[in-house]
């Protein structure tokens, strides 16, 4: 079983940046791709980025696009999300999760083992 567990969430300005991580123990993720989703208060799990498991494809929300880039480091077990000229419409709770599929869509039921999640709050 993968334990998953974001960090690097707080709060920051309109314009600001912050890098997410999520490192992995327990097994190693390196076979898998990862995804990044966010939740904000009321509304439903929605889809932010993900990395294949090679990390050579990467996908990302309109939302997101030209703003924000997922990386990760498979000798280091960890996923990254870089979050740049973020917005109030930003602010979530942001969590990591693991395929469980070979070729996961970028819905929340082909990702499993989900970490607790990182608070993100953009001030306006």
């Known amino acids: 079983q993968v334990r998953l567990v974001e960090s690097g969430g707080g709060l920051v300005q309109t314009g600001g940046s912050l890098r997410l991580s999520c490192a992995a123990s327990g097994r190693t993720v390196s076979g898998y791709a990862m995804g990044w989703f966010r939740q904000a208060p009321g509304k439903e799990r929605e889809f932010v980025a993900a990395?294949?498991?090679?990390?050579?494809?990467?996908s990302y929300a309109d939302s997101v696009k030209g703003r924000f880039t997922i990386a990760r480091d498979n000798a280091k077990n960890t996923v990254y999300l870089q979050m740049n000229s973020l917005k109030p419409e930003d602010t979530a709770v942001y969590y990591c999760a693991a395929g469980v599929v070979p070729y996961p869509r970028e819905v929340p039921r082909d990702f499993g083992s989900w970490g607790q999640g990182t608070q993100v709050t953009v001030s306006s």
């Open positions: 990395i294949s498991w090679s990390g050579r494809s990467t």
